[in-house]
Nanobody
Framework: QVTLVESGGGLVQAGGSLRLSCAAS????????MAWFRQAPGKEREFVAR????????YYTDSVKGRFTIYRNNAASTVFLQMNSLKPEDTAVYYC????????????????WGQGTQVTVSS
């Protein structure tokens, strides 16, 4: 059984930074594309960032480019999301996801999900 556990969320002022972590178990981690999604209150879940098997290729939604960095440690079966220059509009529950679609950016492209971690950015 695949389990993804996110951590690192919290309350931060605008302009601040947070680093999210997602620890995976029950899967061969380096066989999976890993991604971060987020869901703000009253909005649909949206894609944030994706990383390929060895960490060499990443992809971001436009609104976070230059501010967020996704990376992974395959030896520790963990994926991270470093978030800098945070804005109030980044406030959401952030979810980690695992899948096999190399170009996946929709929820349907990912098979396994974590429970989410809350990120709140105050103005």
């Amino acid at each position: 059984q695949v389990t993804l556990v996110e951590s690192g969320g919290g309350l931060v002022q605008a302009g601040g930074s947070l680093r999210l972590s997602c620890a995976a178990s029950g899967l061969t981690f380096n066989n999976y594309i890993m991604a971060w999604f987020r869901q703000a209150p009253g909005k649909e879940r949206e894609f944030v960032a994706r990383i390929n098997w060895n960490g060499g290729i990443t992809y971001y939604t436009d609104s976070v480019k230059g501010r967020f960095t996704i990376y992974r440690n395959n030896a520790a079966s963990t994926v991270f999301l470093q978030m800098n220059s945070l804005k109030p509009e980044d406030t959401a529950v952030y979810y980690c996801a695992a899948g096999r679609n190399y170009y996946g950016t929709s929820s349907a492209d990912f098979d396994s999900w974590g429970q989410g971690t809350q990120v709140t950015v105050s103005s």
